[in-house]
């Protein structure tokens, strides 16, 4: 423990210096004739992702599931707008696993979603940082998205969001009906489904039934 505390602080030191670092390199770059603009966007670009590692890496041991989830978000999307999808994506998995922790399982359902609409339902083969799961032996883009859809679909119902089940549900069953040719795939798939109907409609229903009013006496 006084090794992995010892290393923390070594690494937030290195990463406040080097912080200071690009904040008095933006200084020189702004004044420099030839490097103010394309200098500027580098040093800018370093500095806000050194705020976004700081910030994640501090969260990591302040005890707050809820700082640690906001700064897994401002990684990963830092990440998504800089189109480093392999990164993007490792900390997808990490905010999923997050999710997973604090039980919230809607939440960890759609983090998920985020990766699969990154893939295609076709055969062009996965590129190996498109993958990110050691228990994921696919070749294609489809097969990885069908494993991502039956994953998120358990999240879903575990998280009693049984419409949300439902509606990935028929994209994939269409998927198994009119392109893979997998029925006993979409026989399994019809029959959850069903189940997943009768709960949304049991869930609709009880919402529906009028409160009746107590009297005293």
Request: charged content about 25%; some cysteine.
């Amino acid at each position: 423990k006084n090794a992995e505390f010892l290393k923390c602080l070594f690494f937030l030191f290195f990463l406040s210096s080097f912080q200071c670092t690009c904040h008095s390199l933006l200084e020189h770059c702004r004044k420099h004739k030839y490097l103010s603009s394309s200098g500027e966007v580098f040093a800018l670009l370093v500095s806000s992702l050194l705020e976004n590692l700081l910030d994640y890496r501090t969260s990591m041991h302040d005890g707050s599931k809820e700082n640690r989830m906001s700064c897994t978000v401002n990684v990963l999307n830092f990440y998504k707008e800089k189109k480093r999808e392999d990164i993007y994506i490792r900390y997808l998995y990490k905010l999923r696993d997050l999710h997973i922790e604090c039980e919230n399982y809607t939440e960890a359902a759609y983090t998920l979603l985020l990766h699969a609409e990154l893939l295609q339902w076709s055969d062009k083969p996965c590129t190996p940082h498109l993958l990110q799961r050691d228990s994921y032996y696919v070749y294609s883009q489809q097969e990885l998205k069908e494993k991502l859809y039956q994953e998120i679909i358990a999240f879903f119902d575990k998280g009693k969001m049984w419409e949300k089940a439902i509606q990935l549900s028929k994209e994939l069953a269409e998927m198994y009906e009119n392109k893979v040719f997998d029925y006993e795939g979409l026989s399994i798939l019809l029959v959850r489904s069903v189940d997943f109907n009768g709960r949304n409609e049991g869930v609709q229903e009880a919402q529906k039934i009028p409160v009746s009013p107590t009297t005293d006496g």
